[in-house]
């Protein structure tokens, strides 16, 4: 049975990708450097790397 993101609207398979997906795309997260906060890990990775030059690591950034 399809679900439906509350937050943004995608369609996930089910619960369970449901789950993955707001982890992934809404988890809040910090700055560590000057604790702003971001809705999702691909904003705070610009911000690092915008605001004080640091270049996050990471698998999936575009
Ligand atoms: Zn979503
Ligand atoms: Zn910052």
């Known amino acids: 049975m399809e ?6 609207s995608e369609k996930l398979n089910d619960n369970a990708e449901l789950a993955i997906h707001q982890r992934e795309q809404h988890q809040k997260t910090y700055c560590g450097v000057c604790k702003t ?3 999702n890990q691909k904003e705070l990775t610009n911000h690092v790397k915008d605001a004080h030059g640091i270049i996050m690591s ?3 950034i575009e």
Do not use: Q
């Open 3 to 8: 679900k439906e993101c509350d937050e943004c």
């Open 37 to 39: 906060e971001f809705n």
């Open 58 to 60: 990471s698998n999936n």
